[in-house]
């Protein structure tokens, strides 16, 4: 049998036996069939998307490499305090300091996704996108960490069943940074109680939307969220630690992230046969003269992508210059013990492997110097003074309206081939890559950055042998950008925010 005749019969299987066992209606699986045959054939009708790679007969993407797009809940959701949601710290944070958010604005109701999720799964659908990748709001889910809240159930298989009805695949983070208040009101991510909450929002999940969701993301970025959350403490919920907060965060998430995996394996992965993974995120750093030797550039890459890759991909546990530098640092600053905490053996086993994919977020990449000066141990820590990376930018690379953000698409090849060559060649799913601007409808610089980094991953793929299996654009619309509030348009949809309806335009890039 050939395979497509095999991935047809697999799929009119499947599907007949979702309508039996009654989860489906007729008519779902009919739209289902319909339109998974039709993307199967032609796997995106984007005019801009892959048009420079098609052009390049020698950079073709692989038959199987899916392209998709990417929101996250407390981005697009609104509805913050709906049908039994309680507040998550972003909602805490943006009501208390509104003078934090640039704009002045709030996400309370954002672009509505929560009424209006349908016109959501019809803007990806029209773009001819294979997968949809967006975040569940805990507090939805269990507003006070104990009882399950049907409401929020009840509206994320409506988002679901949306997607599959349109022929998408729904790609589920489960935590994009809008942590429970409840949570963080008993210490949040520095206090390893956030391993059983997790871990116990991860079974609820799993267990409700696992027979239709089969590619979970456990965690966000962690680098930013705890550097910006527990260590700057700009993000909700702002607790500033840099240096110490940052890594315990850190470390309760990387074991919570692999809790949460090994749960699925043990209990859901027979019955369901997903894939669970993690979504990372790292510019490449490129030294920017001959003072940074190999040795620095490699220690670099080690502290940024190898603090949280290396437990999961890498030897297993913390890179060694990190356990072995910020320990030093520490009993100079007087301390007890070392700032970065420790992993035991078994921690350090159940950490490593737990995670079917690499996920990665890229967006940009950065010249590097190595600060070498002795610091005053009086002085504050941090991943910075530890790390002792400064970044700038080279002038000639063309700037997004976000300060850090410059187009590197060859940095993306090289992030690509350092990950190959460090953690023995994972899959790699790219879970955001993406543009900011000004809001124009005419977004040449989105379609040459979308173009460029798929030329690029095209070229990782095809000429070093990465192994990419997926691309996510950022993101689907024009959103709430933390604490720039709508000053940066990353959306290839505007949306018309003064209407209660919240009409979306496609941007020139996806028309
Ligand atoms: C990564 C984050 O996951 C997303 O929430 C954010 O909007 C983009 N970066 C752009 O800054």
Known sequence: MSRTIKFIVVIILTLISLYTIGSWSEQTVINYFVSIISKSINPTNSTILIADISNKSSQKLPENFKIGISTSAYQIEGAWDADGKTPSTWDTLIHSHPELISDGSNADVASDSYHLFKDDISAVNSIGLQFYRFSISWTRILPNGSAINQNGIDYYNKVIDECLANGIEPVVTMFHWDLPQWLQDLGGLPNEIFIDYFVAYADVLFKNFGHKVKRWITVNEPYNYCIISYGFGIWAPAIKSPGVGDYLCGHHLLIAHAKAYRLYREKYFKMFGGEVGITLESPYYIPKDSSVSDKDHQRALQYRLGWFANPLFGTGGYPHVMIDEINERSKVEGRPFSRLPQMSEEVKKLILGSA?????????????????????????????????????????????????????????????????????????????????????????????????????????????????????????????????????????????????????????SVE
């Not at 610091?375 to 991943?383: L, N």
């Not at 095209?458 to 689907?476: G, K, P």
């Not at 209660?500 to 496609?506: A, I, R, V």
Request: proline share 5%.
């Open 356 to 508: 079917d994919f690499l996920g990665m977020n890229y967006y940009t990449s950065s010249l590097i110097l190595i600060n070498k000066a002795e610091r005053d141990p009086r002085e504050e820590p941090s991943w910075f003074s530890d790390s002792g990376v400064k970044e700038s930018a080279d002038p000639t690379w063309k700037q997004a309206k976000t300060f850090w953000l410059y187009s590197v698409p060859d940095g993306l090849k090289s992030l690509l081939n350092w990950i190959k060559n460090e953690y023995n060649n994972p899959p790699v799913f790219i879970t955001e890559n993406g543009w900011s601007d000004e809001g124009q409808m005419i977004d040449d610089d989105r379609i040459d950055y979308v173009n460029s980094h798929l030329l690029a991953v095209a070229e990782a793929v095809n000429e070093d042998q990465c192994n990419v299996i997926a691309y996510t654009l950022w993101s689907l619309f024009d959103s709430f950008e933390w604490n720039s509030g709508y000053t940066l348009k990353y959306g290839f949809f505007h949306v018309n925010y003064s209407s209660p309806t919240k009409e979306k335009t496609p941007k020139k």
